[in-house]
């Protein structure tokens, strides 16, 4: 009976498998360094993959914290408090969200004495203002005016770190309800947050157009604050004037018929007006002429005619300039606003101009919006573009 050997294990598969250690383990002793600081310097690398690891998963967790849910806790006006979940907006978002926040509330009183034309504006209390400051608070104070004399403005003393702040101020304004003045002003009131280091932040405002106020009673209620519109241009008035040329005889005939809604600019809300008409030939002044001054009035009627003697052959380079002065006995009369025409004015003015020129001998007449007299100014300054096409007859 024949038995079975096993077969001799190959020497070069068993060197190999001992071998290998052998390598590792001689490459370890080859470093110039002790087994205990080989390991301390493989725990220090596997310490900081691990901070690695650790800061790119709280990158991650902090940006998906922007998209969820906020819960934000409101107050309600009876002092009650709901809670309403709010997505927090994208950054596109913001600007739309603004407009229809809270901003609180302004408590004031209207009284109208019609034999002095006096307004009494009181002012009340605010409740429930935005927080502007960090602290949860704010610093309000409060701006009141007419847009009818933007000049005249008051203001009130700075409230400190609170939201609803008791004022119970009150101020007068002298306002002309026979001549129109109380229907075409509008009482603004601002609420602003006070800062000591930068510019002043405003929370809040109320417009009340008066024409839709009965001022025969004493009016007490609340206004909710809006946002602050835009900065508003003063009105400084219109005025009325026509304009005649003949080519044939070089005569250019002005007369200025009538102003209204001046700007008032003397302290008992009047003013003293009167016009002043030039010709300035290549921005240069030329001729000028002036009414007669009409005493305490912001509605002034002239009717008056001036005639002022102009080549046809410079018809192109004139400009005519309208200003509306105020005269004062002490100080120096003051500009109230103006106007200018000729072939550079634009808008109104220039149709104006241009409606003179294109029917001569015939008076053109048109209503005119005064102009800030530095934007005019400014305006006369630049060159011609063009030159209007003109009848010689």
């Not at 360094?33 to 493989?42: N, Q, S």
Request: glycine share 4%; aromatic share 8%; charged share 25%.
């Amino acid at each position: 009976m024949s038995g079975t050997t096993a077969a001799p294990t190959s020497p070069s598969i068993t060197n190999a498998t001992t071998a290998q250690p052998s390598f590792i383990e001689g490459l370890i002793n080859k470093i110039p360094l002790p087994r205990w600081a080989l390991i301390a310097i493989a725990v220090a690398v596997g310490l900081v993959f691990l901070l690695f690891l650790i800061c790119i998963i709280k990158c991650c967790c902090c940006r998906k914290k922007h998209k969820k849910k906020e819960k934000i806790k409101m107050v309600g006006i009876n002092g009650s408090s709901t809670t309403t979940n709010l997505v927090q907006p994208d950054t596109e978002d913001i600007e739309c969200g603004l407009e229809d926040e809270k901003r609180g509330q302004l408590q004031y009183s209207l009284e109208y004495d019609f034999r002095s034309q006096e307004l009494k504006v009181g002012l009340k209390q605010a409740a429930e203002l935005k927080a502007m400051d960090s602290g949860g608070t704010s610093d309000p104070y409060v701006i009141v005016y007419l847009t009818s004399d933007m000049k005249k403005k008051y203001e009130t003393k700075v409230y400190r770190k609170t939201l609803n702040p008791v004022f119970n101020d009150s101020f007068i304004f002298q306002i002309n309800s026979f001549q129109g003045e109380v229907a075409e002003s509008t009482l603004v009131m601002q609420v602003y947050d006070f800062n000591r280091f930068s510019k002043h932040d405003i929370i809040g405002e109320m417009r009340l157009p008066l024409g839709d106020v009965d001022l025969q009673h004493v009016i007490e209620q609340w206004h909710e604050l809006t946002a602050a519109s835009k900065i508003e241009q003063e009105r400084l008035g219109e005025i009325c004037f026509s304009l005649r040329y003949v080519p044939s005889t070089s005569k250019l005939t002005v007369v200025i018929l009538e102003a209204k809604k001046l700007k008032r600019m003397d302290a008992h809300g009047l003013s003293d007006p009167y016009v002043k008409v030039q010709v300035t030939l290549n921005k240069k002044k030329w001729k000028k002429k002036k009414t007669s001054i009409k005493k305490n009035t912001l509605s002034p009627y002239f009717n008056e005619a001036f005639v002022f003697e102009v080549p046809f052959s410079v018809i192109q380079n004139i400009d005519l300039v309208i200003s509306v002065w105020d005269h004062d006995k002490v100080t120096k009369d003051d500009q109230i606003g103006k106007v200018f025409l000729g072939c550079r004015a634009t808008g109104n003015q220039l149709r104006h101009w241009s409606d003179m020129l294109a029917n001569p001998r015939r008076p053109v007449a048109q209503w005119h919006s005064l102009q800030p007299v530095e934007d005019v100014d400014k305006t006369m300054g630049l060159k011609s573009r063009f030159k209007l096409p003109i009848h010689n007859s």
